[in-house]
T-cell receptor, first 116, second 115 residues
């Protein structure tokens, strides 16, 4: 069964440094998402992406965040200047085209980001 | 605004007994409802969804969920629990529309099945 893959599985970065989290969505999916989960808390939406542009973003997704689909397979999340509070598990998800959004989102195993 | 409530942080059940994980939702329009399961150090794995039609939906691993519009609930159930069902379960809602609206998750319920 096709999967969403994320790399790296764990990223340790100094505060203030830039970090890029990488995702390869399921190949025939058209919609892409990033979510994060701070330890012990709920999964929170960051951003959705379709047709090479951001569809929707949350309040968390401020100017320090950006997303890109640099080629036909990768989907990246960049944090320009990391803060301690960015430490979390970051999940990439993708979904197929469906009627009025009825297709489930499929998640990768996540990247654990630790900011020191 | 949409929201999901999972009133129980933890549910304990003996192996072989039926299990229920509760979920209620609040949304201004027609919802799509989902259940996901998360095993340790893994991503969220899709279990089942309610879109329309029959209020009882069946999903992976013998799980099912019942949509109750009047009570705005979507409880997850399984007739006979297995130790391997022990995991973190998330209920999620999204609005029905033509785009790719994000999922709104509950805070999760940890299920422990005891042998």
């Amino acid at each position: 069964e096709p999967e969403v893959t994320q790399t790296p599985s764990h990223q340790v970065t100094q505060m203030g440094q830039e970090v890029i989290l990488r995702c390869v969505p399921i190949s025939n999916h058209l919609y892409f998402y990033w979510y994060r989960q701070i330890l012990g808390q709920k999964v929170e939406f960051l951003v959705s992406f379709y047709n090479n542009e951001i569809s929707e973003k949350s309040e968390i997704f401020d100017d320090q965040f950006s997303v890109e689909r640099p080629d036909g397979s990768n989907f990246t999340l960049k944090i320009r200047s990391t803060k301690l509070e960015d430490s979390a598990m970051y999940f990439c998800a993708s979904s197929a085209r469906g009627e009025y959004g009825n297709q489930p989102q499929h998640f990768g195993d996540g990247t654990r980001l630790s900011i020191l | 605004a949409q929201s999901v409530a999972q009133p129980e942080d933890q549910v304990n059940v003996a192996e072989g007994n039926p299990l229920t994980v509760k979920c209620t939702y609040s949304v201004s329009g027609n919802p799509y409802l989902f259940w996901y399961v998360q095993y340790p150090n893994r991503g969220l794995q899709f279990l089942l969804k309610y879109i329309t039609g029959d209020n009882l939906v069946k999903g992976s691993y013998g799980f099912e969920a019942e949509f109750n519009k009047s009570q705005t609930s979507f409880h997850l159930k399984k007739p006979s629990a297995l130790v391997s069902d022990s995991a973190l379960y998330f209920c999620a809602v999204r609005l029905r529309n033509s785009g790719n609206t994000p999922l709104v998750f509950g805070k999760g319920t940890r299920l422990s099945v005891i042998a």
